[in-house]
């Protein structure tokens, strides 16, 4: 069974990096398709990034675009999440989910329901 858990979040000032890992355990992340979601206080979760089954295809959504980049680690069985350029609008918990629907070359991550295995999630801060 497909456990998640993520790490890496904390505090970063504006312009600044972070690097989120989502580690996997009891199946390959080569099995899965993943998407890392964020939830700000008082906002829905929302869909960052995702990675197809198999990892050939990547998409992100427009607000991190040029910014964030989603990258695995088979050896690790973990998926990453590097963000740069940090903005305050970024600030929030950090959740990967998998699901095994997106195994051609098309991921979504407007699906949330789509996902069924999360992780607990990393909080981030971007401040001064």
């Known amino acids: 069974q497909l456990q998640l858990v993520e790490s890496g979040g904390g505090l970063a000032q504006p312009g600044g990096s972070l690097r989120l890992a989502c580690t996997a355990s009891?199946?390959?992340?080569?099995?899965?398709?993943f998407g890392w979601f964020r939830q700000a206080p008082g906002k829905d979760r929302e869909g960052v990034s995702c990675v197809t089954l198999g990892g050939s295809g990547l998409s992100y959504a427009n607000s991190v675009k040029g910014r964030f980049a989603l990258s695995r680690d088979i050896a690790k069985n973990t998926v990453f999440l590097q963000m740069n350029s940090l903005k305050p609008e970024d600030v929030g918990i950090y959740y990967c989910?998998?699901?095994?629907?997106?195994?051609?070359?098309?991921?979504?991550?407007?699906?949330?329901?789509?996902?069924?295995?999360w992780g607990q999630g990393t909080p981030v801060t971007v401040s001064s």
């Open positions: 009891g199946s390959s992340i080569n099995d899965w398709s």
């Open positions: 989910a998998a699901t095994r629907i997106y195994a051609g070359a098309i991921c979504s991550f407007a699906e949330r329901g789509s996902y069924v295995v």
